[in-house]
């Protein structure tokens, strides 16, 4: 069976990610829980298309151990049984599907959170080879353990990202990645000084603060101002290469390689990572009343630009530098498969504001085509 569309939540700015074959798909999601000893993708864990072989384990002695990142996000609980803060280390690719999954599970249940009951082992309690030794995987409940919603749960992390989910046990799921180095990361999205627009006038994206209203586009292409939920990545000390994109009409937006602008086409609008945008490609430009004004793309050039920011408006959208641009990305492709040929992928990257972010890496030369990916406008926050 095909996997229906598997795109989620990430910063769009993060993330990576191949760049062709967009379609938008109107209508709810509908999403199928994972049946007990299930696992998604339907090969072995340590196969190359999903979490990858083993590399070893990582002992607090180790070199490696300095890449293992604490995660404190407030809207997950660690069962942390060992009381060593272990089961909160985990690769920085872990944290970031950890913390996409830790959102879709307050959506899907009010209420509820995203809860990790191992984490990174230290302690020699998974069979030899498992990707707990290395941060890379971890077993989730929910907070309110209810059992039943153990399929879903798994369904979700498959949608977050992870790359390879196991509905291993009834009482937990067991989900982890890749190595850092087999994907690279990415991160960014605009960089300070980009302007939005807010209720009382335009701000520097450096300013920005959740709750804020500014402008963005609803589902039917207009204008409207959209509350700041978050910042999927913010960090105001890191220099990154950006792509400054010109239009005709003079507006030029400046966003990381892999972040997804919204271009026009012949019905509202279609997907494009900001690094296959090409010459004559149409941005939306902020025009007056609510309506967009669609500008040819007239040159684009790598530039480098300090400080990452990566707001996430409720419609996901946001206009910046007035352009027209998704607060998302894609975190998961089932066409995993080609990316032995696709060397070209971005990774997403879900960095919280007091920690360093990564270096960028690009680890390819070529894109690979996707199939079905869509944005996830049914997809409600509240
Ligand atoms: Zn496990």
């Known amino acids: 069976m095909r996997l229906p569309l598997v795109l989620l939540w990430l910063g769009a700015a993060t993330a990576c990610g191949p760049g062709r074959g967009f379609t938008r798909r109107h209508g709810p999601r509908r999403i199928t829980p994972l049946v007990f000893n299930q696992h998604d993708p339907n090969i072995s864990e340590n196969s190359k298309s999903a979490s990858g072989p083993p590399e070893g384990r990582i002992t607090r002695e180790d070199e490696k151990f300095r890449d293992l990142v604490p995660n404190y996000n407030p809207d997950i609980d660690f069962k942390d049984d060992e009381g060593t803060g272990a089961d909160r280390l985990m690769t920085q690719r872990c944290k970031e599907k950890l913390n996409t999954l830790a959102i879709s599970v307050m959506n899907q249940w009010p209420g509820v959170r995203l809860r990790v009951i191992e984490g990174w082992d230290e302690e020699n309690s998974h069979q030899d080879n498992s990707l707990h030794y290395e941060g890379r995987a971890v077993d989730l409940t929910t907070s309110d353990r209810d059992r039943s919603k153990y399929g879903m749960l798994a369904r979700l992390a498959v949608e977050a990202g992870f790359d390879w989910v196991f509905y291993e046990s009834r009482s937990y799921i067991h989900c982890s990645v890749k190595t850092e180095s087999s994907v690279g990361t990415g991160a960014g999205c605009f960089p300070s000084g980009s302007i939005v627009h807010t209720e009382e006038g335009p701000r520097d994206i450096a300013v920005l603060k959740k709750g804020d209203r500014i402008l963005a586009a609803a589902d039917d292409g207009k204008m409207v101002y959209s509350e700041v939920l978050t910042f999927i990545d913010r960090d105001p000390n890191v220099t990154r290469q950006y792509i400054e994109v010109t239009a005709e009409n003079g507006v030029t937006i400046t966003t990381t390689p892999s972040h997804l602008l919204l271009l026009a086409a012949a019905d509202s609008w279609r997907e494009s990572f900001a690094m296959n945008i090409e010459v004559g490609d149409v941005l939306l430009t902020r025009g007056h009343g609510s309506v967009m004004r669609p500008s040819r793309v007239v040159k684009t050039r790598m ?56 270096g960028v890496h690009w680890y390819a030369k070529a894109l690979y085509n996707v199939g079905d990916y869509v944005l996830p406008s049914s997809y409600k926050y509240h």
Do not use: F, Q
């Open 303 to 358: 530039v480098s630009r300090k400080g990452v920011y990566a707001p996430l408006t409720k419609t996901g959208t946001i206009i910046v530098d007035d352009a027209l641009a998704s607060c998302y990305a894609l975190v998961r492709s089932h066409a995993l498969a080609h990316a032995a040929m696709a060397p070209l992928r971005w990774m997403a990257d879900w960095t919280s504001s007091n920690e360093v972010s990564r």
